[in-house]
């Protein structure tokens, strides 16, 4: 009996396996090996630095395994960690507060021996997760109603007001986008939205007079005037469009790029690798990643629409809207179409805590592929 039951359990696994989005998968493990390529040009090469695309490719290969695993989980599972995932990020973001590690100005990590984890980037995936099992509890009776929605706008300010303190401006509107976005995939009405987004555009002068620290203030008045400072906050900028607009049409061919291999651009093997990218594969690079990540993004939106059961839609349409903001966001910053904020590239972008954060996204996106038609 007890073979009998193990074997049912070996085949439903292998079935499962079977029913993985193997389009997408193709995609990311093209986009993460791409990644690991452009790192190894970040470091040009060379044997004593090159250690970081190794660390990119390992992570990858582990988080991927990781995500398969997520992914045969049982939907019903998801659902049963989401609040118990959303309280565990808010007590680690309270650690950064009171014994977290600070580096480059600010306090937004925890040392555990000899690994540093940035609970913001968990609180990613953890708040969508919460804000997808509170809503399921009340779209199966019918739509929500508006003291609904403010239960919903209590769970995203929490984290969003701890993360702000760090200070991480671009992680916190990250969170706060994400989650309106699955506000909206709920139901709440356009008129709120509205007045939502006019309260933001009036409020905006006072947050950026009385809530942005100096050096947030200094990234918004570069934006708005890259050349008001191009030896100091504007140095980096000025710097990622040069390499862009010398890439042309078609690059300046591998690892030989000017602007990255003389390491003109800081940190250029996270946040701005973009611009490695766009100097060495030119516009038709640089568009080819674009292109693959909006297949990617397709794929999640497909598999969202699908879903048969509100908590997997909603989170499945989170993780997209996540996904697609660091992106959007990423690239926009680099180009100098938006201030400058700490959003690294998916998947191609140096990064463990972030790199975990993507692939714990896609691994609930085929879990919800896979356990489409299932209940709760």
């Known amino acids: 009996m007890a073979g009998n039951i193990s074997f049912s359990r070996r085949q439903n696994l292998v079935e499962k ?38 660390d990119h490719a390992i992570r990858f290969v582990v988080t991927l395994i990781f995500a398969i695993g997520l ?62 099992r509170y809503y399921h ?24 007001a701890l993360i702000l303190k760090q200070p991480d401006l671009g ?14 995939f709920a139901g709440l009405s356009m008129k709120v939205i509205t007045a939502a987004i006019g309260l933001v555009v009036i409020g905006a002068p006072t947050a950026y007079f009385f809530a942005l620290a100096d050096y947030q203030k200094a990234r918004v008045q570069t934006f708005l005037d890259p ?34 291999q003389l390491e003109y651009i800081p940190e250029q093997h996270t946040d701005f690798i973009f611009t490695i990218i766009a100097e060495e594969f030119g516009l038709v690079g640089a568009l080819a990643i674009l292109a693959a990540w ?31 903001f660091y992106v959007v966001v990423n690239i926009g910053m680099v180009m100098g179409l938006m201030p400058v904020v700490g959003v690294p590239l998916p998947l191609i972008s140096y990064g463990g805590t972030a790199m975990l954060t993507v692939m714990v996204g896609f691994g609930l996106l085929m879990a919800v592929h896979i356990h489409r038609k299932d209940s709760l």
């Open 17 to 54: 396996l079977t029913r993985l989005p193997w389009f997408m998968l193709t995609t990311i493990i093209a986009i993460a090996t791409f990644g690991t390529a452009i790192l190894v040009s970040a470091t040009h090469g060379d044997a004593a630095n090159s250690q970081l695309a190794g």
């Open 227 to 260: 050349s008001r400072d191009p030896l100091g906050a504007g140095y980096q900028l000025q710097q990622a469009k040069i390499a862009i607009g010398s890439g042309g049409v078609s690059g300046k061919g591998y690892m030989q790029g000017t602007q990255s």
């Open 171 to 184: 992680t916190s509107l990250l969170l706060a986008a994400t989650g309106g976005t699955v506000i909206f």
């Open 294 to 324: 909006g297949v990617a993004l397709w794929q999640g939106l497909l598999i969202a629409a699908r879903s048969e059961n509100a908590f997997g839609a909603l989170a499945a349409a989170g993780v997209v809207a996540t996904l697609g």
């Open 137 to 160: 509890r009340f779209l199966e009776k019918g739509p929500a109603s508006a003291w609904v929605h403010v239960g919903a706008f209590v769970i995203i300010a929490c984290p969003v």
């Open 71 to 132: 992914a045969v989980t049982p939907i019903r599972i998801w659902s049963w960690v989401a609040y118990p995932a959303y309280l565990g990020a808010m007590a680690l973001l309270i650690g950064v507060e009171v014994a977290g590690v600070e580096a480059g100005g600010a306090q937004r990590w925890l040392q555990v021996g000899p690994v540093r984890v940035q609970p913001s980037e968990l609180m990613k995936i953890a708040l969508l997760l919460a804000l997808a």
